[in-house]
């Protein structure tokens, strides 16, 4: 199963090692998954691969799904203090 729903056509790293991937659109790029991200809202801070799941839906949270030991975990992305994304996840 997997949970892309855009594709990723180019990269970059963030500070904190995890990979930011975007597709490339007529528009400009949009967010597409970050490999190796922080999961900031459980404990230890593990790192996922987070897939964007469609538009923002506030200036500072896009939607987004990660598996996470054979589960699959609702959530959003958003910036920690440093200017890196972070996956938090949401109860429903």
């Known amino acids: 199963m997997s949970l892309a729903k855009y594709r ?10 995890a990979i ?3 597709t490339v659109w007529l528009g400009g790029p ?3 998954k970050v490999n190796n991200c922080r999961w ?6 593990p790192r996922v691969t987070a ?3 469609g538009e923002a839906d506030t ?3 896009i939607p987004a799904k990660a598996q996470y030991r ?12 440093d ?9 429903y």
């Open 40 to 45: 900031e809202s459980l404990h230890g801070e």
């Open 70 to 81: 054979g589960t699959v975990v609702n959530g959003y992305l958003t910036g920690d203090g």
């Open 30 to 32: 949009s967010l597409a």
């Open 51 to 53: 897939y964007v799941q």
């Open 59 to 61: 200036y500072f949270s």
């Open 20 to 22: 930011v991937w975007h």
């Open 8 to 17: 990723s056509d180019t990269s970059e790293p963030q500070a904190d090692g």
């Open 83 to 91: 200017g890196n994304l972070v996956f938090r996840h949401t109860y």
